[in-house]
Structures are given as structure tokens and as C-alpha cells.
């Protein structure tokens, strides 16, 4: 990506934002070697790159190499110094209202995890420590509605989509939103904001005057997927599976749209939770969807799952083929259940506790060569292991693709070599080979795509 035009100017938070320590700021001002400010400086780098049509994080990030964030404490809360900032976020020298949101997001969202760690309050070796942290840093970030009844909907996708499929999720959207639902997606293009500029559009005509477009995100992938600017909530969570977990504690319905690994990724991580015995009677409306032109698609995905997890995995969703009304007439009878269970059980409206999840999809998976090679794909395991190995496995082809770390691993190391039954490995091709076909590795109109891993059987 060629450097492009940039600005320097200084922003100040509206609203509201926790005053910072100073020992806060001084972590965020260490420029250079400081883990927290590179870390901050990456987000804020993709928050202000929002409309890019790049998904390398690794170009886009080689495009900006002067931009700089300064961090000011002011009486009254502080005040960012931007250097050399994409100028693209502004009009007239002012930062776009949705970006400057964002980017305050991020640095509340980055601060909290950071101090958090710190005070080692929290325990990162129990499953039910994992929930609890993630738990606190929702609340943190205001994600926690209580009180409201189920209404927000999970949209999974891909972010290299054809237009007609994202003309489709936009639809869908328009049919969720005429029914006062809200979205919750990962903020990025593609699906991740077609629904919510449908619900948006649904929104306006009912009426409603504060719909829930919240955003899902973390550092290792946000610069990929820069948040959409429809997005008026957005969190960033430490890792891709503390992520995953705020979906499904959040959400109360998930709709799986095309895509392509990162979708793939998220359906099996549902469907491995999904099919342990302990949620064997939890409501927890799933639908598989797209428009007439993604048929193919579909059916490979349906035809994947029932392959390597079997017909009891292909029983926790629905297939609706063309048809967005159904869609939304399906989840909110869906919902319905949903609010009858956790009344019934006096659950949480706002945070699933009672959904139980195996500490193997809680845990962050790094994907290095060696981690990936040791992965066991093999039909003995049991059906939560394998769908959570299968999950591990496009967790790294996600991060060989479009990750930073990960692309420089493949580029120092060569692909990853995945190894597995063939009863697995098999229908994992034609899967992956079916994802390269239609272009939904990366975004279209670039280079060849050229494979980051290597099935060996």
C-alpha cells in the first residue's frame, strides 16, 4: 500500500472517559519499546484507516510508518496528539464524530486490559476466571445492558464477499431491524457491516432511536478489519477467544453469512460449544444463510460439518436459503425461547452465564509452526476436542492471511503443515480449495492468493 495523504491535529474525548493515571499515561508515552503504546498505536492506526480497501494489516500498518500518538493528561481527562494521522478521518481539519468514538474506545478498552493484568486479580487458568474476566471487561465498556430483553443479534461473515451477498446481509438486516433487534458483529466491511446498515435503515423507519450496532473486536485483527463507521459501540477484547466468548455470552442468536476461514473458525467454535452435553437443552438460535448466488457455499460448509462433527452438530442450526424475512421470523421466535429459558432459570438477560464452555476454546491458541503441526484433527476425539482443533487450525490460517505476526511467520518459515486422519483432511481440502476458488482467502482484485498452510496426511 502506497503512503498516503496524512494531517497532523489533536483530539480530545466528547463525553466522557476515565481520567487516566499517570503511571497510565506513562505506559501509553513510551514510545518506541513500549508494548501498551504499540499496541494502542496499532488500533488507533486502523480506527483512523476505516474505508481501506486492503486486508493486510501488515501493508497497511508499512503505510503509516511516521504516524505517531502522543498521549497529553489534562485536569479534566487528557488529549491526544496525532502525527502524520490518516487524513481521510477528518473534514475540514475536524475527526469524523464515529472515528473520534472509536479511538477513545480502543484506548479505554487497552488501558483497562492492561491494568487488570497488572493487579493479577483475575485467574487466566480456570474456565470459569476466563468468564469472569471477560465479564469485567464488558461492564468496562459499557456492553452490558441489564434489563433489556434479549434482542441482539450475532452476524458472522466474511469480509471478502461478492456485492451480491453483502446486498443479501444487508437485507437481512432490514428484516432483523424492522423487528427492533440489534446487531453485534466483528465491525469490520463486508457482513460485519452490511446488517447494521440494514438495521440502521429499519431502525429509522420504526422509530427507534437508540439501535445497538455493536462492534467486536481485537488487536491482532483489527487493522485487517478496520470498524465500519456505522458501528456505535465498539469494544476490544485482549485475544481472538476472549472475542469469541463476548459473542455468544452477549449475543443471543448468531446468523452465520458467507465467508470464508475467520467464518469457518467462528461457526466451529460455536458448534463445539453448541454440542457439549452441558448445553444439550440451551436455546440458542442458529441460522445458516445467504442468497440464492452463495447455494454453493452453503452446502459445502453443511457438507463440511456433517463430515468431520457429524449430524448432531448439523442439528444446532438452521439452512434458509433467499429468504431474509425468514430469517428474522426464525430468530425472533428464536429469542422468544430464549427469554422463556432464562426467566424460567433466572438468567441474565444481558450475559449468558449458564452457557458452559470447555476450557479447550477459552484458552489463546498461538499459532506457530509448531503449534499447528502438533494439532490432532482425528475422528477419535470427542466431538467438543475436535471441533475445538478444527477451530485452532483455521484460527491460524486466518492469522497466515491477514495477521501481522502471522504473515511474517509465513514469511520466514514457509506455509504451516497441518496434519490429521484423512477422513478430515479430505473434506478440510476441498473446503479450503473451494475458499480459494470464489476468492474469499482476501480481498479480490489483488494477487494471486498464495496458500499459508500444507495439508500432510
Known amino acids: 500500500m502506497p503512503k498516503r495523504a496524512t494531517i497532523n491535529a489533536s483530539v480530545s474525548p466528547k463525553g466522557s472517559l476515565e481520567t487516566l493515571s499517570q503511571r497510565e499515561v506513562q505506559q501509553l ?21 476505516t474505508g481501506s480497501h486492503s486486508d493486510n494489516a501488515k501493508t497497511i500498518l508499512e503505510a503509516y510508518p511516521d504516524f505517531e500518538v502522543r498521549i497529553h493528561q489534562q485536569d479534566r481527562g487528557i488529549r491526544l496528539e496525532l502525527l502524520n494521522a490518516p487524513a481521510d478521518a477528518f473534514v475540514d481539519g475536524e475527526m469524523i464524530a464515529s472515528t473520534r468514538e472509536m479511538l477513545f474506545s480502543a484506548l479505554r478498552d487497552i488501558v483497562y486490559t492492561q491494568s487488570e493484568l497488572e493487579r493479577q486479580r483475575i485467574d487466566l487458568e480456570s474456565s470459569e476466571g476466563i468468564t ?16 433489556l430483553e434479549p434482542r441482539l443479534v450475532v452476524c458472522w461473515g466474511g469480509h471478502s464477499i461478492s456485492r451480491d451477498e453483502y446486498q443479501y446481509s444487508k437485507r ?24 447494521m446498515k440494514g438495521a440502521a435503515i429499519a431502525h429509522a423507519k420504526q422509530r427507534i432511536h437508540h439501535g445497538r450496532y455493536l462492534g467486536l ?20 477484547l485482549p485475544d481472538i477467544e476472549k472475542r469469541l466468548e463476548a459473542f455468544v455470552r452477549l449475543g ?50 453443511h457438507t463440511f460439518i456433517g463430515a468431520t462433527l457429524g449430524e448432531a452438530a448439523q442439528q444446532r442450526y438452521s439452512l434458509v436459503l433467499d429468504d431474509p424475512a425468514e430469517v428474522a421470523r426464525q430468530m425472533a421466535r428464536g429469542l422468544k425461547a430464549v427469554t422463556q429459558f ?34 490432532r484433527l482425528s475422528r477419535d476425539l470427542p466431538l467438543h476436542e475436535r471441533a475445538a482443533n478444527l477451530r485452532r487450525a483455521f484460527s491460524g490460517i486466518v492469522a497466515g492471511n491477514v495477521k501481522e505476526n502471522g504473515i511474517r511467520l509465513i514469511e520466514q518459515h514457509g506455509p504451516y503443515e497441518i496434519t490429521g486422519d484423512k477422513a478430515i483432511l479430505e473434506p ?30
Open 252 to 301: 443471543h442468536g448468531v446468523i452465520i453469512f458467507p465467508g470464508g476461514v475467520g467464518t469457518a473458525e467462528e461457526f466451529l467454535y460455536l458448534l463445539g460449544i453448541l454440542t457439549h452435553p452441558d448445553n444439550r437443552e440451551l436455546p440458542f438460535p442458529v441460522i445458516l444463510t445467504g442468497p440464492k448466488s452463495a447455494e454453493p457455499y452453503l452446502q459445502q460448509l
Open 29 to 49: 508515552r513510551e514510545t518506541g519499546s513500549g508494548r501498551v503504546y504499540r499496541l494502542f498505536r496499532q488500533c488507533a492506526l486502523a480506527i483512523l484507516n
Open 132 to 147: 469472569d474476566y471477560v465479564f469485567h471487561l464488558l461492564r468496562n465498556a459499557r456492553a452490558l445492558r441489564s434489563g
Open 342 to 375: 432464562r426467566r424460567e432459570r433466572n438468567d441474565a438477560f444481558h450475559f449468558n452465564w449458564l452457557l458452559k464452555i470447555d476450557e479447550s476454546f477459552q484458552h489463546p491458541f498461538e499459532p506457530t509452526h509448531a503449534n499447528m503441526a502438533s494439532l
Open 217 to 236: 473486536t481485537e488487536p491482532g485483527i483489527i487493522a485487517a478489519e478496520a470498524p465500519n463507521p456505522i458501528v456505535n459501540e465498539l469494544v476490544i
Open 428 to 457: 478440510l481440502d476441498r473446503l479450503l480449495h473451494a475458499f480459494v476458488e470464489q476468492h474469499r482467502m482476501k480481498l479480490p482484485g489483488g494477487s494471486a492468493y498464495v496458500p499459508c498452510y500444507r495439508l500432510v496426511g
Open 172 to 195: 437481512v438486516g432490514h428484516e432483523l431491524g424492522l423487528r427492533g433487534l440489534d446487531i453485534c458483529t466483528g465491525c469490520g466491511p463486508g457482513v460485519m457491516k452490511g446488517p
